[in-house]
């Protein structure tokens, strides 16, 4: 499968962005998905993940309470709603499919898409 990451942009602290995650091929459906972040110098991290179904979502504790993972298989697409945003999210931001027995770790997800930067002002 393949991924395209899109809706980034510059936002104020405080503010709202939904990220959007497009995959091709038929089998989108069959993967678990999750949300990965990078900023400068730093390792990429998990952000939030989610089953095949949409009904297990696991969150990282600094997004928890403010961001929301969902998705509509209809469409081959992954969301995260981010609300209430601070300057330590700024990142890029990428989406993959889950191919291991992490939740959270980077190396058991793959087909990593192209990443959309999310900059966010104090």
């Known amino acids: 499968v393949q991924l395209q990451a899109s809706g980034g942009g510059l936002v104020q602290a405080g503010g709202s962005l939904r990220l959007s995650c497009a995959g091709s091929g038929r089998a989108f459906s069959n993967y678990d998905m999750g949300w990965f972040r990078q900023a400068p110098g730093k390792e990429r991290e998990f952000v939030a993940a989610?089953?095949?179904?949409?009904?297990?979502?696991y969150y990282a504790d600094s997004v928890k309470g403010r961001f929301t993972i969902s998705r509509d298989n209809a469409k081959n697409t992954v969301y995260l709603q981010m609300n209430s945003l601070k300057p330590e999210d700024t990142a890029v931001y990428y989406c993959?499919?889950?191919?291991?027995?992490?939740?959270?770790?980077?190396?058991?997800?793959?087909?990593w898409g192209q990443g959309t930067q999310v900059t966010v002002s104090s």
């Open positions: 989610t089953s095949w179904s949409g009904i297990l979502k």
């Open positions: 993959a499919t889950r191919t291991g027995s992490s939740w959270y770790r980077p190396a058991d997800f793959g087909s």
